[in-house]
């Protein structure tokens, strides 16, 4: 029931920056979980950010200091702002979202591709 659409992919030069968007629809957000994914080709899917609904954050130790996660309730919408990029940033992000409560199954966004150029 949960759909997540993320935007905000692109192309950018290292140590350029991007925010990445993802919107919720089909449930009460502000129960929800949300968390930035990301999948380099060939490689496994990475954990990026989370942020919970008391807005609590967390980070992957290879992004932190240069990302920050951040939700608007009033929008639906969690963003990843990604400052700093690396040319290793490259790679599908994923928006998810999974109900605090952890009953319901988690939902995933389509994808959306950021491309770092060194």
């Known amino acids: 029931q949960v759909q997540l659409v993320e935007s905000g992919g692109g192309w950018v030069q290292a140590g350029g920056s991007l925010r990445l968007s993802c919107t919720f629809s089909?449930?009460?957000?502000?129960?929800?979980?949300m968390t930035w994914h990301r999948q380099a080709p060939g490689k496994q899917r990475e954990l990026v950010a989370t942020?919970?609904?008391?807005?609590?954050?967390t980070y992957a130790d290879s992004v932190k200091g240069r990302f920050t996660i951040s939700r608007a309730n009033g929008k639906s919408t969690v963003y990843l702002q990604m400052n700093s990029l690396k040319p290793e940033d490259a790679a599908i992000y994923y928006c998810?979202?999974?109900?605090?409560?952890?009953?319901?199954?988690?939902?995933w966004g389509q994808g959306t591709q950021v491309t770092v150029s060194s």
């Open positions: 998810n979202a999974y109900h605090h409560s952890r009953r319901g199954p988690e939902a």
């Open positions: 089909g449930a009460i957000f502000a129960e929800f979980v």
């Open positions: 942020v919970t609904p008391g807005s609590s954050t």
